[in-house]
C-alpha cells in the first residue's frame, strides 16, 4: 500500500494467507520531506526506493497488488477503483483540483507500473468517497445552479481513508450507542475537520479542493474569494499564481515565514511572535470548526484527534478544546501529556464529551478496499 501525501510517502507491505484473513504485516515505513531540501527529490524517487526495500525483504514473495492513496477522485469516483490507463487519465484530469495531492500520488502510480510492469494490479483508493453522500444543504455552494451543475462544482471533502479508519476505531473502543456523534479533526501538513453521524459524514471543512478550511502547512484554508482577484490586480499575475501561493506559500509558512512544520513553531514560539501568531491562529481556526459542527450535529458523543498534529502534540489540542466547558468538553491536562502518538481518552471523567486521539491507519483501510475492489472485478 502506497500513501501519497503532499510532502511524504507512507508504504505498508502486508501478507494474506487467504482471502478473508486480516493482512499479516511484513514492513511498513515512511519517507518525509519530499521536495523538501535534504530530503528526496519527488515521489516517483521515493517510490523506487520502496520497491527497492520490499524486493529486498527476505523470503518476501513477489509483489501481488499495490493499493494507492488518491485525493481527489471527483464526481467520477466514488469507491475504489482497479487502476488502467483511463483510469490514470482522469485523475490526471483532476490535477488541478488537487495539485499538492492528485500529482504525487500519479507520480507513485507511474513508478509503481514502471518498476512492477503491468501484470502486478493496482487500485486506487479515494478520499474523496467518504463524502460522496454529503446532504446537499452540506456539499452545494450558493452559486448559480447552473454553472455548479454544467461544471461538477461542490464540496467533495478529503481525508476519507483517515476518518473512515477513526470512525471504526473509536467504535471498538467506546462501544457507542447507534447514532454516534464525531467531531474528528485530522491534524497533518494537510488538515480537516469532519462532523460524522453513525458513521457517516455530514460536512466537512475541505471543499471543493483541499485548500478550503483550517489553516494547514502550506495551504490558507478560508479566506473571502474576493481575495484572488484583488491580489491579481494588485500583483500583475495571472490566478494561477495566485492559486499556486494560498497552497503553498501560505498556512503555517506563510503566517510564520519560517516553517510549515508544527514542530520548528512550537519550538520557536517562544521567541518568534510570527511562529507563535501561526499556532495561535492554527487553533483558532480549528476551534472555530468545533463549535461550528457542534450545531451541525446537535451535540457531540466525543471529539476525535488524529494525524501527525493532533496525535503528537499535547499543547495543539489544549488549545483547541481551551474554553469549551461550556458545552461540557473538559481535557485532562495529565492524559493530554501523555498521550503522545498513541491511543487514548484524554478527556475528564466528568466530561460530557469524550476527547480521543486516535492514530489514523490509513494503509489498513487502503489494503482492505484494494482486496475488495479485485476480488470483485
Known amino acids: ?3 501519497a501525501g503532499s510532502s511524504s510517502l507512507k508504504f505498508r507491505l502486508s501478507r494474506f494467507e487467504s482471502p478473508h484473513a486480516v493482512g499479516r504485516e511484513i514492513l511498513r515505513g515512511v519517507i518525509e520531506r519530499i521536495g523538501v531540501a535534504g530530503g528526496q527529490t519527488d515521489h516517483g524517487e521515493a517510490v523506487r526506493r520502496v520497491v527497492e526495500r520490499v524486493q529486498a525483504v527476505p523470503d518476501a514473495s513477489p509483489v501481488e497488488a499495490v493499493g494507492h492513496r488518491v485525493v481527489h477522485g471527483g464526481r467520477s469516483f466514488v469507491r475504489p477503483t482497479v487502476i488502467d490507463d483511463q483510469v490514470v487519465a482522469a485523475i490526471e484530469a483532476l490535477e488541478d483540483l488537487a495539485p499538492l495531492h492528485n500529482r504525487p500520488s500519479l507520480a507513485a502510480i507511474r513508478a509503481c507500473r514502471q518498476v512492477l510492469g503491468p501484470e ?9 468517497a467518504f463524502h460522496a453522500a454529503l446532504p446537499e444543504h452540506a456539499y452545494r455552494y450558493a452559486i448559480p445552479y447552473e454553472l455548479a ?3 461538477g462544482v461542490r464540496r467533495f471533502g478529503f481525508h476519507g481513508t483517515s476518518y473512515r479508519y477513526v470512525v471504526e476505531r473509536y467504535r471498538e473502543l467506546a462501544r457507542p450507542s447507534d447514532g454516534a456523534r464525531l467531531v474528528v479533526f485530522h491534524l497533518g501538513n494537510g488538515c480537516s475537520a469532519a462532523a460524522i453521524r453513525d458513521g457517516t459524514s455530514i460536512d466537512t471543512s475541505m471543499g471543493f479542493t483541499p485548500l478550503e478550511g483550517l489553516v494547514m502547512g502550506t495551504r490558507a484554508g478560508d479566506l473571502d474569494a474576493a481575495l484572488v482577484g484583488y491580489l491579481v490586480r494588485k500583483e500583475d499575475v495571472d490566478a494561477a499564481e495566485v492559486e499556486r501561493w494560498l497552497n503553498e506559500r501560505s498556512g503555517l509558512l506563510g503566517l510564520s515565514g519560517v516553517s510549515a512544520d508544527m514542530r520548528d513553531l512550537l519550538a520557536g514560539e517562544q521567541h518568534d511572535p510570527r511562529a507563535q501568531l501561526a499556532v495561535e491562529i492554527f487553533c483558532y481556526r480549528a476551534r472555530k470548526y468545533l463549535g461550528a459542527y457542534l450545531a451541525a450535529l446537535g451535540g457531540a458523543d466525543a471529539v476525535v484527534f488524529t494525524g501527525g498534529i493532533g496525535e503528537h502534540w499535547p499543547p495543539v489540542r489544549a488549545r483547541i478544546c481551551a474554553g469549551m466547558e461550556w458545552c461540557g468538553l473538559r481535557l485532562d491536562e495529565a492524559r493530554n501529556a501523555r ?27 487502503i489494503a482492505r478496499e484494494t482486496r475488495e475492489a479485485l476480488r470483485e472485478r
Open 339 to 365: 498521550v503522545i502518538g498513541s491511543e487514548g481518552c484524554i478527556s475528564t471523567a466528568t466530561s460530557r464529551i469524550g476527547v480521543f486521539v486516535i492514530p489514523t491507519d490509513e494503509e489498513a483501510i
Open 1 to 3: 500500500m502506497l500513501n
Open 149 to 151: 451543475e454544467r461544471h
Open 120 to 128: 502486478v494490479p493496482m487500485v486506487a483508493v479515494f478520499d474523496t
